[in-house]
């Protein structure tokens, strides 16, 4: 049971809340990784699982927890 209930009215209800999940989660994960010490990514070079890799890994699955545990529980679209 969310706190919001956003109803649209259209058929395409799953691709409008597959737009919007991605959208959150890339929010999310741009806002952490704005605040984390990862400004130089840069994950690509060197070793294959460096400590910027690992850390964007973990940014990523954070931000992946926050919209299921915590938007998912505020905002419903039908």
Excluded at 4 to 24: A, P, W
Excluded at 32 to 42: A, E, P, Q, T
Excluded at 44 to 65: A, P, Q, R, Y
């Amino acid at each position: 049971m969310a706190i919001f209930t956003i109803d649209l009215g259209i058929e395409q209800t799953k691709m409008v809340n597959d737009i919007f999940k991605y959208i959150i989660i890339l929010s999310i994960l741009h806002v952490l990784m704005n605040r984390s010490g990862l400004k130089n990514i840069g994950f690509m070079t060197g070793k294959i699982f460096n400590e910027n890799f690992i850390g964007f890994l973990l940014i990523l699955c954070i931000s992946i927890m926050s919209y299921y545990l915590v938007v998912l529980e505020l905002i419903d679209i039908i």
